[in-house]
């Protein structure tokens, strides 16, 4: 079984600076993608990134990037510049390489950007 | 695109009642998928339809909770006999497959949840 682990349950950041978010994962399989999505207060989840494991290069999204370590089952992600409206919840996620395409999330991390 | 819609955005009821929740995918998707968010965790997956057909269940959708998509658009998830532990957040996501995992913004659209409070 697949498990994702977020050990920070909370983090704040000053507005403008820079913050990184972690995520664990365990699996035994090959092909897999990783995400991390945002939702903010009482508001849907969106996707902030994509990683596919097969990818060495570490996905980039704006001021959002990844450091995917794959040996290391580690898949951090970097808010560069932080918005005010970055202040949400953040979900790292697991999908196996199969047609299911079901997620399996980690706890959260909640993040405060303070102006 | 009008996204996903979920109906009612938040219900409260009596432990035993019956509550039923509905999900709108957006009209492409052929897969509908509905998920468990209790307060402070990450959702968990409850179960998926290809069409009308429901083609996995997770343990954590025990026998009294039934979901179903009879023509392959809306799903209504139905909670039985409903209990405290029941509370939580359903969230309902949606993707075309036939286009492949990565055809939309968001891989899985996710729709803004229906908040179900057990008292």
């Known amino acids: 079984a697949q498990t994702v682990t977020q050990s920070q349950p909370e983090m704040s950041v000053q507005e403008a600076e820079t913050v990184t978010l972690s995520c664990t994962y365990d699996t035994s399989e090959n092909n897999y993608y990783l995400f991390w999505y945002k939702q903010p207060p009482s508001r849907q989840m969106i996707l902030v990134i994509r990683?596919?494991?097969?990818?060495?290069q570490n996905a980039t999204e704006n001021r959002f990037s990844v450091n995917f370590q794959k040996a290391a089952k580690s898949f951090s992600l970097k808010i560069s510049d932080s918005q005010l409206g970055d202040t949400a919840m953040y979900f790292c996620?697991?999908?196996?390489?199969?047609?299911?395409?079901?997620?399996?999330f980690g706890s959260g991390t909640r993040l405060l950007v303070r102006p | 695109d009008t996204g996903v819609s979920q109906d009612p955005r938040h219900k409260i009821t009596k432990r035993g009642q019956n509550v039923t929740f509905r999900c709108d995918p957006i009209?492409?998707?052929?897969?509908l998928y509905w998920y468990r968010q209790t307060l402070g965790q990450g959702p968990e997956f409850l179960t998926y339809?290809?069409?009308?057909?429901?083609?996995?269940k997770s343990r954590l959708l025990s026998d009294r909770f039934s979901a179903e998509r009879p023509k392959g658009s809306f799903s209504t998830l139905e909670i039985q006999r409903t209990e405290q532990g029941d509370s939580a957040m359903y969230l309902c996501a949606s993707h075309n497959s036939e286009r492949g995992l990565f055809s939309g913004a968001n891989v899985l659209t996710f729709g803004a949840g229906s908040r179900l409070t057990v008292l």
């Open positions: 990683q596919e494991a097969y990818k060495q």
């Open positions: 009209s492409e998707h052929n897969r």
């Open positions: 339809f290809q069409n009308e057909a429901q083609l996995e």
């Open positions: 996620a697991f999908m196996k390489g199969d047609s299911s395409y079901t997620l399996i």
